[in-house]
């Protein structure tokens, strides 16, 4: 009789380890997805800051055929970069840079400025 008392307690002590395993392993997957969802928004809001970089760069470039980049542009409390630009006949190769929170999003926009269109705008991998 003295024997099922122990089962008892044993089983007790083994199902609350496990509960207690589970508890903790499933907050701290949503603690990661949480940092994962931040880097997720870090990263639409550089791409985003960089294609207002852009937009200024277009700006400047119609205002004054002699822009060649090189600039720091803030937008509200953030900076992006244009870097230099490549002229070749009416077209202009305008790279443009962005970093919030270490995401970092590098731009790159051929516009022709004899039609003023945009042909393209792609995002270059930077090791």
Do not use: H, W
């Not at 985003?48 to 720091?72: D, H, M, W």
């Not at 790159?108 to 792609?122: E, F, G």
């Amino acid at each position: 009789m003295k024997r099922d008392g122990y089962f008892a307690i044993t089983t007790a002590i083994i199902l609350s380890i496990l509960v207690l395993m589970i508890s903790v392993s499933l907050s701290l997957r949503s603690f990661n997805t949480r940092f994962d969802s931040l880097g997720f928004e870090s990263k639409d809001l550089s791409r985003f800051l960089a294609l207002g970089c852009l937009e200024e760069a277009i700006i400047n470039v119609r205002t004054s055929s002699t822009y060649t980049g090189s600039t720091t542009v803030t937008i509200g409390s953030s900076t992006c970069r244009v870097l230099t630009i490549t002229a070749s006949g009416t077209d202009r190769i305008i790279p443009t840079e962005a970093d919030i929170n270490n995401r970092r999003t590098n731009l790159q926009a051929l516009y022709r400025s004899s039609t003023d269109t945009i042909l393209y705008i792609r995002e270059l991998i930077v090791n």
